[in-house]
């Protein structure tokens, strides 16, 4: 079946550090990868996604590519802020179109960005 | 345009009773998903609804049902709660259309059901 694996948190930075959370994915065929970040009491947000190998999907700053050679889809972010606190999720939908909008999480990773 | 909305926003609850926690999608969404997410953990994918049939069941027990209305608004019953359904439910809505496979869902903020 499909699974997504993330780097263990947390994670801690000074504010303008640099930011990699690692994402791994096992599927068939091609999914779409999506990074989600969710706010404390909030739901979870769309950062950014990538559809096909080697897409690069970007969003306020934070970048990801679909590397299908090494099934990985690392979130990078240069000069992170104080903002940026918060849960982030790699996640992954089958590909195939159709209605399966089933997405598969990893089990999240908690950024602490310190001033 | 309204996001994806979910009521109650919190709810708390005995072992035993039954919850309905309702969710209205985004407009022009014709998709509801259903995921819950225990404190600490990913999101686990429950239940997908499109065009008002279900389209997908995630590892839930059978207390779990669903049901989508002729408006794509939805309803996630729960009967027989346990302490272990505590959780955050979020509902997801996406447009659903044959081959846009790529389209995001977009979650609602959830509700926080707590179980004593």
């Known amino acids: 079946g499909n699974s997504v694996t993330q780097m263990e948190g947390p994670v801690t930075l000074s504010e303008e550090a640099f930011l990699t959370i690692n994402c791994t994915y096992t599927a068939t065929g091609y999914p779409s990868l999506f990074w989600y970040v969710q706010y404390p009491g909030e739901g979870l947000q769309l950062l950014l996604k990538a559809t096909k190998a080697d897409d690069k999907g970007s969003n306020k700053g934070f970048e990801a590519t679909y590397r299908k050679e090494t099934t990985s889809f690392h979130l990078e972010k240069g000069s992170v802020q104080v903002s940026d606190s918060a849960v982030y999720f790699c996640?992954?939908?089958?590909?195939?179109?159709?209605?399966?909008?089933?997405?598969?999480f990893g089990k999240g990773t908690l950024l602490t960005v310190n001033p | 345009d309204a996001g994806v909305t979910q009521s109650p926003t919190h709810l708390i609850k005995t072992r035993g009773q039954h919850v309905t926690l309702r969710c209205s999608p985004i407009?022009?969404?014709?998709?509801v998903s259903w995921y819950q997410q225990v404190l600490g953990q990913g999101p686990q994918f429950i239940f997908q609804y499109y065009e008002k049939e279900e389209r997908g069941r995630g590892n839930f027990p059978d207390r779990f049902s669903a049901r989508q209305f002729p408006n794509y608004s939805s309803e996630l019953n729960v009967n027989a709660l346990l302490l272990g359904d505590s959780a955050l439910y979020l509902c997801?809505?996406?447009?659903?259309?044959?081959?846009?496979?790529?389209?995001?869902?977009?979650f609602g903020d959830g509700t926080r059901l707590s179980i004593l």
């Open positions: 407009s022009g969404h014709k998709s």
């Open positions: 997801a809505s996406g447009r659903g259309l044959q081959g846009k496979s790529n389209q995001p869902q977009h």
């Open positions: 996640a992954l939908r089958p590909g195939g179109g159709g209605s399966n909008y089933k997405l598969t």
